[in-house]
């Protein structure tokens, strides 16, 4: 095998090596957040990927997390500058919530029922085969709450 050859065959075999180890990286890096638990490090994003929706820019956040209910309360002030809400509502599909019965208000972080009326409200839960999740937003004041129960 000439010297070209070998040079050829080592350079893509080393890309290639490059290539897996920054791909096993970034997979273990998104797994990471995915098993994240705590309300400090990636909360935003381990919400994001656990209840399938952006959380745009904020304001203001609160969190909390039930080790024994394995359960992630979070709420959030939406920055409702440069925020579309309707665009919102409408990529990720929440439903418009039409009576004060519909739904659990319990299950939301520092949530009391009193404190909305007369809001706009739109939800969104987890398919029952999924992983038990639940989204509120508040269109009139642009709060979000977000709750998860985790499967493992």
Known sequence: MSIKKK??????????????????????FVNSIRNQ??????????????????????????CDYEKGQNTKMASFTIDKNNFDVNKYIQDYNLKKLSSSTEFEYGRFL????????????????????????????????????????YKD
């Open 7 to 28: 040079g050829t065959i080592i350079i893509l075999s080393s890309i290639l090596a490059i290539c897996v180890f920054a791909f096993m990286g970034f997979r273990g």
């Open 37 to 62: 638990r705590s309300c400090e490090w990636a909360n935003i994003d381990n919400i994001e990927l656990h209840a399938h929706i952006d959380v745009p820019k904020v304001t203001k956040w609160d």
């Open 110 to 149: 520092n949530l009391k029922k009193e404190s909305l009326i007369g809001s706009d409200l739109y939800y969104k839960k987890s398919p029952p085969d999924e992983e038990r999740y639940d989204v509120l937003l508040d269109k009139t004041t642009g709060r979000l709450w977000v709750t998860i129960k």
